[in-house]
């Protein structure tokens, strides 16, 4: 059987699957439950100073965002750091540590930007052995218009100062949450490696308004006929997640810089693609805020079966895996020739695949054949682009083909070349240089 103890930047827990900070993980009562629920590690709801707790909102503090299904896809919220005395949360951090030393405990820290406040809360924290801090440089909402928060991520230089003032204070591992609300997450990253973080987590909410209340005008969720903009997390969130991921992990200065990867992931598949696009361990919130604590056994044991089914014996054998193929577009192989192929045995004879193809994209599905209808692709006009497959509402009823070299290309009247060919050798782009070594991707394993 696969072993996925995890190993993240020293910090060990029996598998990559923590708790993001966040509700799940606000008090002893729910760690203790996801602990005996599996979850390998917790990063505790974000701390703040000491002194009277933030106040939440009464009303609702949710959004969200449905499939037809009724399925949760996105989740949006307005609630703040941690409204519990700070005192309370470190003797139960404190406990629950020593209960569970197998398990990780990190403490999310969210203090103001100030060199003091931080020194200050520092050693509360290592005084309860805990296994490392978290500093919440994410959160888009509420403590951002303090100046804490996503306002501290987005100025790569307040990240390299307070991460650097953290390696200064504490012995314990430092990881910097980064908020996604940014240009260029490379930049955030890079500060934090400056500054000495241990490792990045990524990524905190979205700033999002999930929908607007058409009698009474105000946006969800309405709190006496108003709202203001949430954190946007759950399934509808991990592509921008997964790309910020790769994005630090394969950049030349962050390069190597451990990666723990949240948004979105709800099964073990999700965790996976976190893992072989470079982080080396995941998190999760929205997945057990919708499913509750024990959908963790899903996610291990998934991950253990699809590793044993394909021969990975440890994480490592997963983590980066997928990173050396992420490339940027003028790399990709122009000499790739794919065309769709519709299963006849499977085609329900809807016509989604036509009208898509016929109205958005190259004309090249046929409606009506000797007057009855039949969906076929008619390859002179089929350009590969794969709209169809993502519109059929049958599951691998529509397959791309790639064309194998020498084969003609009917649409072009080119016969496919073997060779790789990129958009920066291409005739037509005027900066086109000869190739080089350099700019040929290493295939994956
Ligand atoms: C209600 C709620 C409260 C959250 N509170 C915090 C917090 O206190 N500190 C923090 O770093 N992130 C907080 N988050 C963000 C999560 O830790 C996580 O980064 C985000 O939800 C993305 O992961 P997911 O898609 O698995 O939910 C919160 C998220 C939600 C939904
Ligand atoms: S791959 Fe694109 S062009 Fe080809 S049939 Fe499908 S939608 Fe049309
Ligand atoms: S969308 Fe799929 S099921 Fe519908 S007609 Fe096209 S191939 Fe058939």
Same mark, same amino acid.
């Given at each position: 059987?696969?072993?996925?103890?995890?190993?993240?930047?020293?910090?060990?827990?029996?598998?990559?699957?923590?708790?993001?900070?966040?509700?799940?993980?606000?008090?002893?009562?729910?760690?203790?439950?996801?602990?005996?629920?599996?979850?390998?590690?917790?990063?505790?709801?974000?701390?703040?100073?000491?002194?009277?707790?933030?106040?939440?909102?009464?009303?609702?503090?949710?959004?969200?965002?449905?499939?037809?299904?009724?399925?949760?896809?996105?989740?949006?919220?307005?609630?703040?750091?941690?409204?519990?005395?700070?005192?309370?949360?470190?003797?139960?951090?404190?406990?629950?540590?020593?209960?569970?030393?197998?398990?990780?405990?990190?403490?999310?820290?969210?203090?103001?930007?100030?060199?003091?406040?931080?020194?200050?809360?520092?050693?509360?924290?290592?005084?309860?052995?805990?296994?490392?801090?978290?500093?919440?440089?994410?959160?888009?909402?509420?403590?951002?218009?303090?100046?804490?928060?996503?306002?501290?991520?987005?100025?790569?230089?307040?990240?390299?100062?307070?991460?650097?003032?953290?390696?200064?204070?504490?012995?314990?591992?430092?990881?910097?949450?980064?908020?996604?609300?940014?240009?260029?997450?490379?930049?955030?990253?890079?500060?934090?490696?400056?500054?000495?973080?241990?490792?990045?987590?990524?990524?905190?909410?979205?700033?999002?308004?999930?929908?607007?209340?058409?009698?009474?005008?105000?946006?969800?969720?309405?709190?006496?006929?108003?709202?203001?903009?949430?954190?946007?997390?759950?399934?509808?969130?991990?592509?921008?997640?997964?790309?910020?991921?790769?994005?630090?992990?394969?950049?030349?200065?962050?390069?190597?810089?451990?990666?723990?990867?949240?948004?979105?992931?709800?099964?073990?598949?999700?965790?996976?693609?976190?893992?072989?696009?470079?982080?080396?361990?995941?998190?999760?919130?929205?997945?057990?805020?919708?499913?509750?604590?024990?959908?963790? &056994?899903?996610?291990?044991?998934?991950?253990?079966?699809?590793?044993?089914?394909?021969?990975?014996?440890?994480?490592?054998?997963?983590?980066?895996?997928?990173?050396?193929?992420?490339?940027?577009?003028?790399?990709?192989?122009?000499?790739?020739?794919?065309?769709?192929?519709?299963? &006849?045995?499977?085609?329900?004879?809807?016509?989604?695949?036509?009208?898509?193809?016929?109205?958005?994209?190259?004309?090249?599905?046929?409606?009506?054949?000797?007057?009855?209808?039949?969906?076929?692709?008619?390859?002179?006009?089929?350009?590969?682009?794969?709209?169809?497959?993502?519109?059929?509402?049958?599951?691998?009823?529509?397959?791309?083909?790639?064309?194998?070299?020498?084969?003609?290309?009917?649409?072009?009247?080119?016969?496919?070349?073997?060779?790789?060919?990129?958009?920066?050798?291409?005739?037509?782009?005027?900066?086109?240089?000869?190739?080089?070594?350099?700019?040929?991707?290493?295939?994956?394993?």
């Amino acid at each position: 059987m696969a072993d996925i103890r995890n190993n993240f930047i020293g910090i060990k827990s029996p598998n990559p699957f923590w708790l993001a900070s966040a509700p799940p993980t606000d008090k002893a009562y729910n760690v203790v439950r996801a602990f005996q629920a599996g979850w390998g590690g917790v990063v505790w709801k974000t701390l703040g100073e000491e002194g009277p707790p933030v106040v939440n909102v009464n009303g609702p503090r949710y959004g969200a965002i449905w499939g037809a299904d009724r399925r949760l896809l996105g989740l949006n919220n307005i609630e703040l750091i941690t409204d519990r005395n700070l005192q309370l949360n470190l003797q139960e951090m404190k406990q629950v540590k020593k209960d569970w030393p197998d398990r990780a405990i990190i403490a999310s820290i969210m203090v103001p930007c100030e060199e003091e406040a931080w020194k200050a809360i520092l050693p509360l924290v290592e005084e309860t052995e805990v296994d490392g801090i978290e500093l919440n440089f994410g959160c888009p909402h509420g403590m951002s218009e303090r100046g804490m928060g996503s306002a501290v991520g987005q100025v790569p230089e307040y990240i390299e100062m307070v991460a650097r003032w953290c390696k200064q204070y504490t012995r314990m591992p430092v990881i910097v949450k980064l908020t996604p609300n940014i240009t260029d997450i490379r930049y955030p990253a890079r500060a934090a490696k400056r500054g000495g973080a241990d490792a990045v987590s990524l990524i905190n909410t979205i700033s999002s308004i999930t929908a607007v209340n058409l009698d009474s005008f105000s946006p969800e969720p309405s709190i006496d006929g108003r709202g203001s903009h949430g954190g946007y997390c759950g399934p509808a969130v991990k592509p921008i997640a997964l790309n910020m991921v790769a994005e630090i992990a394969r950049d030349g200065e962050t390069r190597g810089l451990p990666i723990s990867g949240i948004g979105g992931v709800t099964t073990w598949r999700d965790a996976a693609e976190f893992l072989a696009l470079g982080a080396g361990n995941v998190q999760v919130c929205t997945a057990a805020m919708t499913y509750g604590f024990k959908i963790v &056994q899903e996610m291990i044991e998934g991950l253990k079966s699809w590793m044993d089914e394909k021969g990975h014996a440890t994480l490592d054998d997963v983590i980066g895996r997928a990173t050396p193929n992420v490339t940027d577009w003028q790399y990709l192989n122009l000499n790739y020739v794919t065309k769709a192929k519709i299963n &006849q045995d499977l085609c329900i004879k809807c016509g989604r695949c036509h009208i898509a193809c016929e109205d958005t994209s190259h004309q090249a599905i046929t409606h009506l054949v000797d007057g009855a209808r039949h969906f076929e692709v008619i390859e002179e006009e089929c350009v590969g682009c794969n709209l169809c497959v993502n519109v059929c509402p049958v599951s691998g009823c529509i397959d791309m083909i790639p064309l194998a070299a020498g084969e003609l290309d009917r649409r072009t009247g080119k016969v496919v070349q073997p060779t790789y060919a990129n958009w920066t050798q291409h005739p037509n782009n005027p900066m086109a240089q000869k190739p080089t070594p350099v700019q040929v991707p290493e295939p994956a394993e």
